[in-house]
């Protein structure tokens, strides 16, 4: 009997076991939703609550699942599983929304935006993008096939982009000088779930994960230097009205 002591073997393995790790902290992460849905349900009016985050987690989770599936041999066994199940579950939030908003056009209309968006890169990714491992010279990212390079450079610069949201909640904590916006588990999950998979990506050498995760730490840093600033701070009245304060919080989505 053989045992396999390289130091491939090793990081493969590593990378399995902190990506499974990773997946039970995200799903956590998903699941934390459900007493704001459950209050929509119970009252049977969604408020002020706002279901723009849940349409981008489902953009998102969406993107990552079709990127694991066009990356053949990647070792995403876990992204795959966690993402899927995040795109179902997001789902499960937005039909709450659709039955419950007083908005329901509105609703309806970003739902028709997110599944044309997820349609077109899927479209253009095979009538677009060219087949094989060489097809545009040494652009590789992620991945050494062309297809999965696109999605993957694409998903990266829509998950950046998506900080922009944690980074407007951080300056209203700085100018309210309230933590009541920013929660310490969602902002200490954010940090976990963020260092978990930017571990894998290493472990795997795949910028595609470890490149928006390594800036998910650091956003996850300064949320919890800046929880640690101002948690016992006296608060500066906001001038916003609920409902604006409602439909600008967002929570950031995770690989």
Known sequence: LAFCLSSSCVMSVGSDVVGWI???????FFLSPIPTCKRI????????FSPVPYFTAVFNCSLWTFYCL???????AANLTI????????????????????????????LAFVACGIGLVILLTFTVVPEGTDAWGKFKWGSDYTR??????????????????PLVVMA?????KSVEYMPLPVSLMVFVCSTLWAAQGLMLQNQTIYIPNVLGVLLGVAQLVLYAMYRNSTPVPSSKDPETEERDTGKLPLV
């Open 22 to 28: 990773a997946t039970v902290f995200t799903l956590f």
């Open 41 to 48: 349900l119970l009252k049977k009016d969604a408020e002020f």
């Open 70 to 76: 066009i990356t053949p041999g990647g070792g995403l």
């Open 83 to 110: 993402n899927l199940t995040g795109a179902v579950l997001e789902t499960f939030y937005i039909v709450v929304f659709l039955l419950y908003s007083r908005h329901r056009s509105t609703v309806l209309l970003q």
């Open 148 to 165: 999965s390079s696109a999605v993957g450079a694409f998903t990266d610069i829509l998950n950046i982009a998506m900080y922009g949201s």
């Open 172 to 176: 209203r904590v700085v100018a309210t």
